[in-house]
């Protein structure tokens, strides 16, 4: 479905990403891992076309994409939940969830996909009319998820979704995940923390310094080679 090959993505002339490729399947739920400054948000904006890459491409369904204006990736379902939700706080949950249908394709769905989203969190339907800077950072994080599921994405890119919540609160946001992949939404889930995300990834591709120091499906990976990738040693 989405491929990346041998892509290469620089700040200026330091270099981000380097040589790096992978491929995201039909329905597939891929966890990239990696220690802080490994290029894994460098590597969800390239995905998301808010970071032009300097070499390689980017395929979706065979057709080169890495040369598109960046709001016409959204035209060919890819969406993000940005690192840090950037929520509208002064608009309510129904306003900041509506703002992720403005493609017209995806404003003709807009009422059935409120309500799926308000399905996957039903606290969301409690508290539509609720200013979205209200809510807790649970709460947001869930609307931020949502608003990008109202576009009726292909692939959803997820940035560290579990940063500053609580454990509890990280449960239940990934206790999601399958449910919106089953729906028939591959998922990138960028994740510092490992054990999360080989509980629900299917293929889990690993960071180190801009290149990738392993990849493979939880089952085949051991413990020593994941400490390895991780942290280099």
Known sequence: ML??????VSYGAAAAIVDVSLTIGDRELVCVVGPNGAGKTTLINALAGLHRIDSGALRLDGRDVSRLAPHRYCDHGIAI?????RLFTGMTVRE????????????AKRARSLERVCALFPVLAERLEARAGALSGGQQQMVAIGRALMSNPRVLLCDEISLGLAPIVIRDLYQTLP???AAGTSV??????IVQAMK????????QEGRLS????????????????????
């Open 214 to 233: 392993l990849t493979g499906r939880p089952r085949d990976l051991t413990r020593e080679q994941i400490h390895r990738a991780y942290f280099g040693s």
């Open 200 to 207: 629900v990834a299917d293929r889990v591709y690993c960071f």
């Open 81 to 85: 939940v940005p690192e840090g939700r």
């Open 96 to 107: 900041n969830l509506e703002l992720g249908a403005y493609r017209r394709a995806a404003r």
């Open 3 to 8: 491929e990346v090959e041998r892509i290469r």
């Open 188 to 193: 990138v889930l960028v994740e510092q923390d």
């Open 179 to 181: 449910r919106i992949k």
